[in-house]
Nanobody
Framework: QVQLVESGGGLVQAGGSLRLSCAAS????????MGWFRQAPGKEREFVAA????????YYADSVKGRFTISRDNAKNTVSLQLNMLKPEDTAVYYC????????????????WGQGTQVTVSA
């Protein structure tokens, strides 16, 4: 079993930046593809970004490409998401999760979800 804890969310003005962290415990995640998702009120959980176990391959939703950067530190058992040029439509609870298999963008292919961290972007 692996436990994931997200942190780093907060309230920021449009155009600002935040850095989210996902800390894993219970076992190493160094061999796992890891993903970030977000869920806004009244909306379905949507894919944001994912990263291969080496960190050499990354995937992004079109809506965040060029603004967000996913990274990982396998020595620290953490995954991070740098959010730049934030927009009000980025407001959501952000979650990290471990990919089990299948398409990288599908929430159903992930497990061990954390509790999430709230990101609120004001206009």
């Amino acid at each position: 079993q692996v436990q994931l804890v997200e942190s780093g969310g907060g309230l920021v003005q449009a155009g600002g930046s935040l850095r989210l962290s996902c800390a894993a415990s219970g076992r190493t995640i160094s061999n796992d593809v890891m993903g970030w998702f977000r869920q806004a009120p009244g909306k379905e959980r949507e894919f944001v970004a994912a990263i291969s176990w080496t960190g050499g391959t990354t995937y992004y939703a079109d809506s965040v490409k060029g603004r967000f950067t996913i990274s990982r530190d396998n020595a620290k058992n953490t995954v991070s998401l740098q959010l730049n040029m934030l927009k009000p439509e980025d407001t959501a609870v952000y979650y990290c999760a471990v990919k089990l298999g299948g398409p990288v963008t599908m929430p159903s292919q992930y497990a061990y979800w954390g509790q999430g961290t709230q990101v609120t972007v004001s206009a």
